[in-house]
């Protein structure tokens, strides 16, 4: 399983925590240094059934400061993952990542249950 996080974030550190807890094995990556490239981004966002825009980090100052809200829509797939694979900090975070399970941002009792029922 693999847990992309940027350590500084708060979420993230939660995340952590409670996959310890529940005793989970993980791999851990730092989004900010090791940033998802396109291939990773374009598989994660197929597996996940998600929509596209569930993978920005709408809160970041990076999504902000570069107007995304606004530029997103008219943006095709390949142009969105291509911009999120420019640089981390617009990633949505944690990222869990094992077979078949694709979760972006971390609400446990989301995580419970994709986990557990998996």
Same mark, same amino acid.
Not at 24 to 35: G, L, V
Not at 37 to 60: H, I, Y
């Given at each position: 399983?693999? =847990?992309?996080? #940027? @350590? ?5 550190? *939660?995340?952590? &925590?409670? !996959? ?5 094995? #993980?791999?851990?990556? /730092?989004? +900010?240094? /090791?940033? @998802?490239? =396109?291939?990773? !981004? +374009?598989?994660? =966002?197929?597996?996940?059934?998600? @929509?596209?825009? &569930?993978?920005?980090?709408? $809160?970041?100052?990076? #999504?902000? $400061?570069? &107007?995304?809200? %606004?530029?997103? @829509? $008219?943006?095709?797939? %390949?142009?969105?993952? +291509?911009?999120?694979?420019? /640089?981390?900090?617009?990633? *949505? ?12 941002? =971390? ?9 557990? $029922?998996?």
């Amino acid at each position: 399983m693999k =847990f992309i996080c #940027y @350590p500084k974030c708060t979420t993230c550190q *939660k995340a952590r &925590k409670w !996959l310890d807890e529940q005793g989970i094995a #993980y791999e851990a990556r /730092d989004i +900010k240094t /090791d940033n @998802p490239s =396109f291939e990773e !981004l +374009k598989a994660w =966002f197929a597996a996940s059934g998600l @929509p596209l825009r &569930k993978f920005f980090n709408t $809160s970041g100052l990076l #999504y902000k $400061s570069l &107007k995304l809200k %606004e530029k997103l @829509p $008219s943006m095709s797939e %390949e142009e969105q993952l +291509k911009l999120l694979a420019t /640089d981390g900090m617009l990633v *949505k975070r944690p990222l869990l990542i094992s077979d078949g399970l694709v979760l972006a941002g =971390f609400k446990e009792n989301e995580w419970r249950h994709a986990i557990h $029922s998996g």
